[in-house]
């Protein structure tokens, strides 16, 4: 079976300072894996994917994550964090067609 | 990226009646998610529709209670059938893109059960 897990439920940072959503995973095979951004009354929006290739994905509004299959990670990071950046994260696996997300952390960016 | 809506975007309903709600997709797709998020919870996904062949439900949802059709390649619809207070949620119509692996969200219907 396939899971995600994101251990913090709130991350706090003060704007302009680094960004870190944290991410394990457990799958079998090679792991397909999403980062997605939920805004307060607004539908989930795509923020990156690892699917093969480099270990360090960059994604929409300066994100990226890096993926690291030793320590089945997939952290989300942002370098200046901007209060608009306040939001709801979520990480999740694919295996197959079927998404699994993690529980999700909210973000909060004070300026 | 597909562009996704989904109609009510919100309801209020009372216990015992029932919620179509509606997801249109502006280009053809194979396979359409729908997907529940209780309040302060993630997503889990309720059931996959095909075109042309029965939805597939996951572990916990009946097609009794969650009844699903997929009439052509661009729209589906998602009954929450005698509703509860239980079934208040965010319910998200999501879309495959052409190379199976991104998924794409339509903004979601929050219902409210009373």
């Known amino acids: 079976a396939q899971s995600v897990a994101q251990p913090e439920d709130q991350v706090n940072v003060a704007e302009g300072n680094p960004l870190t959503v944290k991410c394990t995973y457990s799958?079998?095979?090679?792991?397909?894996l999403f980062w997605y951004v939920q805004y307060p009354n607004r539908g989930l929006q795509f923020l990156l994917k690892?699917?093969?290739?480099?270990?360090l994905v960059k994604g929409s509004y300066g994100f990226e994550a890096e993926f690291n299959k030793s320590q089945t990670s997939f952290h989300l990071k942002k370098p200046s964090a901007l209060v608009s950046d306040s939001a709801l994260y979520f990480c999740?696996?694919?295996?197959?067609?079927?998404?699994?997300f993690g529980a999700g952390t909210t973000v909060t960016v004070r300026a | 990226s597909a562009v996704i809506s989904q109609k009510p975007s919100r309801d209020i309903c009372q216990r015992g009646t029932s919620l179509t709600i509606q997801c249109q997709v502006d280009?053809?797709?194979?396979?359409m998610f729908w997907y529940r998020q209780q309040p302060g919870q993630s997503l889990t996904l309720i059931a996959t529709?095909?075109?042309?062949?029965?939805?597939?439900?996951e572990s916990g949802f009946v097609i009794d209670k969650f009844p699903i059709s997929r009439p052509n390649l661009t729209f589906s619809t998602l009954t929450v059938s005698n509703m509860s207070p239980e079934d208040s949620s965010i319910y998200l119509c999501?879309?495959?893109?052409?190379?199976?692996?991104?998924?794409?969200f339509g903004p979601g219907t929050r219902l409210t059960v009373t």
């Open positions: 690892y699917i093969t290739g480099d270990n």
């Open positions: 529709a095909n075109q042309g062949s029965e939805a597939t439900y």
């Open positions: 280009s053809q797709v194979t396979m």
């Open positions: 999740a696996v694919k295996n197959d067609y079927k998404l699994s």
């Open positions: 799958v079998s095979g090679n792991p397909y």
């Open positions: 999501s879309v495959e893109d052409r190379h199976g692996y991104e998924q794409y």
